[in-house]
């Protein structure tokens, strides 16, 4: 059953011709995703189908009661962002229409909530359109996905897994056609060269014929007929090289590989250590005392519930506190969506080299991959939207001299194509990734590490998202392969401090944990 109908849509501002739509059609029990860029168009287009704005030419055709749940939420509470957001939502949902539009429904939602909310969508009776910046939320619901772009608006079937599958077949689809307009292109050139070099051959006489007898047989006249011809076909192909439809070559972004600070004395070795730490607020315990280890190169997601101490634990490594030591070779960028490091007179380019010591071609690359190229650098930071200058402020702190990186919330206020171009960034880096986040497809594609608070408890697992939630702890058997094992993990704990702080205590302790290992391996 048809619930919605636009046909012919047009919305200028301006001059600026914005949304331009021929027809589209929602269905009951459809799920659309609409993705695109920041600026796009997604919730003009959302409150053009839900009758908030008016369209200058074309109309929408409602069949069904709808309900609109908005993307900016009112603050005028002393609740948090989540709860607001929840609330909303079961508001929205109460109302039971045949049609829902979602604005970013997974605002300020932790994993749980969000997960939560998923379930509810995925019983709903009725059809949704919405817009997310949330792969793995879209991929949970989603049975098309219209792309917005330039105003348009193309629809693919599927998830959104199933619409990268798409995108990536029309890529190589590109990659063919750019190869073989480059081929075709090359054949007229040198049949045209061909031509060419052929009439201007045809002005002289055969090296057989002599002068007396060209006069006789014509050979002027038809060696300059020959010319004309040959001249009439280079046109012929001049004109099929200015027709030849012009294919784009396919963008291929160069990778990042950069030199970090201290890389011989920090890869792969205790750069920073908790011990006994516990976490809390005023009047409530946010986590039991904990220790744990980082090393050089970890990419560490930290994950629990709003509210559960995730930014007290990150506060707490940024001054150093109590029970927390830090290897003097990190050097740390934060990361927190604070965009006062920037200066909005500067361009972007000036703002990124002011603290780095990279060269501008390496700096040039970096920006490349967040999407801005060429003469793009080179504008002023008060012109950009809000996520650009957010990406802005992150390739200022990515390029400059560290190499551990701590990102709270680095994808908040980011379209998916912008979080997708962070991701193999983060992927590329070498350096110490410390990422608070509560996207789940982030945290899969760059935490080798889960550092997980729940229950008022810190816990730590080694492997990816995924791995930790199908993780199933085994039974704990004390063997002596077990005893042996803890053994060696103390040891390496112990060397990696002598390192750091050498002491006669810690030598002791050295010694007579080889002690122990040595009379466990003899039994």
Same mark, same amino acid.
């Given at each position: 059953?048809?619930?919605?109908?636009?046909?012919?849509?047009?919305?200028?501002?301006?001059?600026?011709?914005?949304?331009?739509?021929?027809?589209?059609?929602?269905?009951?029990?459809?799920?659309?995703?609409?993705?695109?860029?920041?600026?796009?168009?997604?919730?003009?287009?959302?409150?053009?189908?839900?009758?908030?704005?008016?369209?200058?030419?074309?109309?929408?055709?409602?069949?069904?009661?709808?309900?609109?749940?908005?993307?900016?939420?009112?603050?005028?509470?002393?609740?948090?962002?989540?709860?607001?957001?929840?609330?909303?939502?079961?508001?929205?949902?109460?109302?039971?229409?045949?049609?829902?539009?979602?604005?970013?429904?997974?605002?300020?939602?932790?994993?749980?909530?969000?997960?939560?909310?998923?379930?509810?969508?995925?019983?709903?009776?009725?059809?949704?359109?919405?817009?997310?910046?949330?792969?793995?939320?879209?991929?949970?619901?989603?049975?098309?996905?219209?792309?917005?772009?330039?105003?348009?608006?193309?629809?693919?079937?599927?998830?959104?897994?199933?619409?990268?599958?798409?995108?990536?077949?029309?890529?190589?689809?590109?990659?063919?056609?750019?190869?073989?307009?480059?081929?075709?292109?090359?054949?007229?050139?040198?049949?045209?060269?061909?031509?060419?070099?052929?009439?201007?051959?045809?002005?002289?006489?055969?090296?057989?014929?002599?002068?007396?007898?060209?006069?006789?047989?014509?050979?002027?006249?038809?060696?300059?007929?020959?010319?004309?011809? =040959?001249?009439?076909?280079?046109?012929? #192909?001049?004109? *099929? /090289?200015?027709?030849? @439809?012009?294919?784009?070559? !396919? +963008?291929?972004?160069?990778?990042?590989?950069?030199?970090?600070?201290?890389?011989?004395?920090?890869?792969?070795?205790?750069?920073?250590? =908790?011990?006994?730490?516990?976490?809390? #607020?005023?009047? *409530? /315990?946010?986590?039991? @005392?904990?220790?744990?280890? !980082? +090393?050089?190169?970890?990419?560490?997601?930290?994950?629990?519930?709003?509210?559960?101490?995730?930014?007290?634990?990150?506060?707490?490594?940024?001054?150093?506190?109590?029970?927390?030591?830090?290897?003097?070779?990190?050097?740390?960028?934060?990361?927190?969506?604070?965009?006062?490091?920037?200066?909005?007179?500067?361009?972007?380019?000036?703002?990124?080299?002011?603290?780095?010591?990279?060269?501008?071609?390496?700096?040039?690359?970096?920006?490349?991959?967040?999407?801005?190229?060429?003469?793009?650098?080179?504008?002023?930071?008060?012109?950009?939207?809000?996520?650009?200058?957010?990406?802005?402020?992150?390739?200022?702190?990515?390029?400059?001299?560290?190499?551990?990186?701590?990102?709270?919330?680095?994808?908040?206020?980011?379209?998916?194509?912008?979080?997708?171009?962070?991701?193999?960034?983060?992927?590329?880096?070498?350096?110490?990734?410390?990422?608070?986040?509560?996207?789940?497809?982030?945290?899969?594609?760059?935490?080798?590490?889960?550092?997980?608070?729940?229950?008022?408890?810190?816990?730590?697992?080694?492997?990816?998202?995924?791995?930790?939630?199908?993780?199933?702890?085994?039974?704990?058997?004390?063997?002596?392969?077990?005893?042996?094992?803890?053994?060696?993990?103390?040891?390496?704990?112990?060397?990696?401090?002598?390192?750091?702080?050498?002491?006669?205590?810690?030598?002791?302790?050295?010694?007579?944990?080889?002690?122990?290992?040595?009379?466990?391996?003899?039994?």
């Amino acid at each position: 059953m048809i619930l919605l109908e636009a046909n012919d849509l047009k919305l200028y501002i301006k001059d600026r011709l914005i949304i331009d739509i021929e027809h589209l059609m929602i269905q009951s029990r459809d799920c659309i995703g609409l993705v695109g860029r920041n600026g796009s168009g997604k919730t003009t287009l959302m409150e053009l189908l839900a009758k908030k704005q008016i369209p200058d030419e074309g109309n929408v055709t409602l069949y069904a009661n709808f309900v609109l749940l908005p993307q900016l939420k009112s603050t005028n509470t002393t609740k948090s962002g989540g709860e607001i957001t929840q609330e909303y939502i079961n508001r929205a949902l109460a109302k039971k229409p045949d049609l829902l539009f979602a604005d970013e429904p997974t605002t300020n939602l932790d994993t749980f909530h969000i997960e939560k909310l998923e379930n509810q969508l995925k019983k709903w009776q009725g059809a949704i359109v919405i817009v997310s910046h949330d792969r793995a939320f879209l991929d949970s619901l989603s049975t098309k996905i219209w792309e917005i772009e330039d105003g348009m608006v193309h629809e693919y079937k599927g998830n959104y897994s199933d619409y990268l599958s798409q995108k990536e077949l029309e890529r190589r689809q590109q990659e063919n056609a750019y190869e073989q307009y480059e081929r075709k292109k090359k054949q007229l050139e040198e049949a045209l060269i061909l031509k060419e070099q052929k009439a201007v051959r045809a002005t002289k006489a055969p090296k057989k014929v002599s002068p007396s007898e060209a006069r006789i047989t014509g050979a002027k006249p038809y060696f300059a007929n020959k010319q004309k011809k =040959l001249r009439k076909a280079a046109k012929a #192909i001049e004109t *099929r /090289l200015d027709k030849l @439809e012009k294919v784009e070559k !396919v +963008k291929e972004l160069p990778p990042v590989k950069m030199k970090l600070p201290n890389e011989e004395s920090f890869k792969g070795r205790i750069v920073l250590r =908790l011990k006994d730490v516990s976490g809390s #607020i005023p009047n *409530r /315990l946010l986590w039991k @005392e904990t220790s744990f280890e !980082v +090393k050089g190169g970890d990419k560490l997601s930290i994950i629990g519930k709003n509210g559960s101490g995730k930014s007290t634990l990150i506060k707490k490594i940024m001054n150093k506190e109590d029970g927390i030591s830090i290897s003097p070779s990190v050097q740390i960028g934060y990361f927190s969506q604070n965009l006062d490091i920037l200066n909005v007179n500067e361009s972007i380019l000036n703002n990124v080299q002011s603290t780095s010591t990279q060269d501008e071609s390496f700096v040039r690359t970096v920006l490349a991959r967040l999407r801005f190229f060429r003469d793009d650098v080179y504008k002023k930071v008060n012109v950009l939207s809000g996520g650009e200058r957010v990406k802005v402020a992150f390739a200022k702190i990515f390029v400059s001299d560290i190499n551990t990186l701590i990102l709270d919330e680095p994808t908040n206020f980011l379209d998916i194509e912008s979080v997708e171009e962070l991701e193999s960034l983060l992927q590329e880096y070498e350096g110490t990734v410390l990422l608070v986040s509560h996207d789940r497809r982030f945290i899969q594609s760059i935490g080798n590490r889960i550092l997980s608070i729940e229950n008022e408890n810190i816990r730590v697992f080694d492997g990816t998202y995924e791995e930790f939630q199908q993780y199933t702890p085994a039974e704990k058997h004390n063997t002596v392969e077990d005893e042996l094992l803890l053994l060696d993990t103390k040891i390496s704990d112990v060397l990696s401090r002598l390192s750091i702080e050498p002491s006669d205590d810690l030598e002791l302790e050295f010694q007579a944990l080889i002690a122990e290992k040595n009379k466990l391996k003899k039994g």
